[in-house]
């Protein structure tokens, strides 16, 4: 009897666990990047985006929802040039940039060639100054005696996941520190990523690339399982979806002139590839888009005699309806259980996301409204 009551207390322990660990850690990591200098909304026609002001506005509104959430930055952020400037106003506006980095709690910013546009010591003084906790992040750029000054990389907890966070900026020469080379990105993104894997047992790596586009994309392609994610910045590339690229690794870019922050919301349920959850909403645009050209070539088909019109609209039909049954396999997705999902969105700073009074303030004693910026 006794055996059997320690058994039945040892299986109800053994359980507890289990069911403790039933629902998937989440996380929601907010991106910004490309950034440049920009802290008003755009002089767009259309619509002013972006601006310092309402990016706090969208962060407090995100953490409010009470999720776990970790704020970092792929580069680009601080200069609109990649060239020194003597217009004061420059500086104040990185400075600014900065201290607001510091307020939301950006945890990481990879070092992009813009953000060296005044030099290595003003900016590793001003991040010193106005942005203490932020941790500036290169895994590649080393100074003519081979010396890294920054970090390689940084291990963020939260949410019950261990973030590995790797930098990596542009390579060569940047035209504001000629006292720095960027090393090949790609190799050293991927030895730090490999090495956060196996030695610091991280649960998702993700890489602030503060580097050309396609050479980004050549990273994930390249990075197999020990890259997770890569944030691109460097050519205000805009918006992206987020899907995987070679095995295992999502690209997007981060952003563009500070006019959108980026949200990626994670589900950690175990190890593998992350899920795209996005590609279920995009296979319905795109099942609309084809629906209507199937009924174009339908109609048409019924109102033509002429058999090589015929001909070739029988061939697109059958071509659509091909497509068609694919994108409707691909439009319920959920998140594997056992394994991980994302879901990546762009909050766009429009009119519709509120100034924050006392920030825009600030904003306006640099840029009065309605100004463009002036230098780099």
């Not at 985006?49 to 506005?57: D, E, F, S």
Request: aromatic share 2%; proline share 7%.
């Amino acid at each position: 009897m006794k055996a059997r009551f320690t058994l039945l207390v040892m299986a109800v322990l053994w359980l507890l666990p289990l069911g403790a660990q039933a629902e998937p850690r989440r996380l929601v990591l907010i991106l910004t990047g490309d950034n440049r200098g920009e802290i008003a909304p755009c002089g767009c026609k259309q619509e002013p985006q972006g601006g310092l002001a309402r990016r706090k506005t969208a962060i407090d509104a995100e953490r409010a929802q009470g999720l776990p959430m970790v704020l970092m930055d792929a580069g680009n952020a601080l200069f609109k040039e990649p060239s020194r400037s003597t217009d004061p106003l420059v500086q104040q506006r990185a400075e600014l940039v900065l201290d607001q980095m510091e307020a939301q709690g950006t945890v990481a910013m990879a070092v992009g060639t813009r953000d060296l546009s005044q030099g290595l010591a003003y900016l590793q003084k001003a991040t010193k100054a106005h942005s203490k906790k932020m941790k500036l992040l290169s895994a590649n750029l080393v100074d003519k005696s081979g010396k890294a000054p920054f970090a390689p990389s940084l291990v963020v907890e939260a949410g019950g996941l261990k973030v590995g966070v790797v930098g990596v900026s542009a390579e060569g020469t940047p035209p504001g520190e000629p006292s720095l080379t960027g090393r090949p990105p790609k190799e050293a993104a991927l030895a730090e990523a490999r090495k956060l894997r196996q030695s610091r047992k991280v649960d998702v790596v993700v890489v602030l690339a503060a580097i050309p586009y396609p050479e980004a994309v050549k990273l994930a392609i390249l990075a197999n399982e020990a890259v997770d994610f890569v944030v691109q910045s460097h050519d205000a590339k805009g918006l992206g979806i987020g899907e995987l690229v070679g095995t295992h690794a999502a690209i997007f870019p981060a952003g563009e002139l500070g006019k959108q922050i980026t949200r990626l919301e994670l589900s950690v349920d175990g190890p593998g590839p992350s899920v795209d959850l996005g590609s279920g909403s995009r296979a319905r645009e795109q099942l609309r888009v084809v629906e209507d050209n199937l009924h174009k070539a339908t109609t048409r088909l019924a109102s033509t005699q002429d058999e090589p019109t015929r001909a070739e609209l029988t061939r697109t039909i059958v071509e659509l309806e091909g497509r068609l049954h694919e994108l409707e396999s691909k439009m319920e997705v959920k998140a594997p259980k056992g394994g991980r999902a994302h879901q990546l969105s762009y909050v766009t700073l429009g009119l519709a996301v509120a100034d924050d009074p006392v920030l825009k303030q600030r904003v306006e004693q640099l840029q009065p409204s309605g100004l463009a910026p002036s230098g780099p």
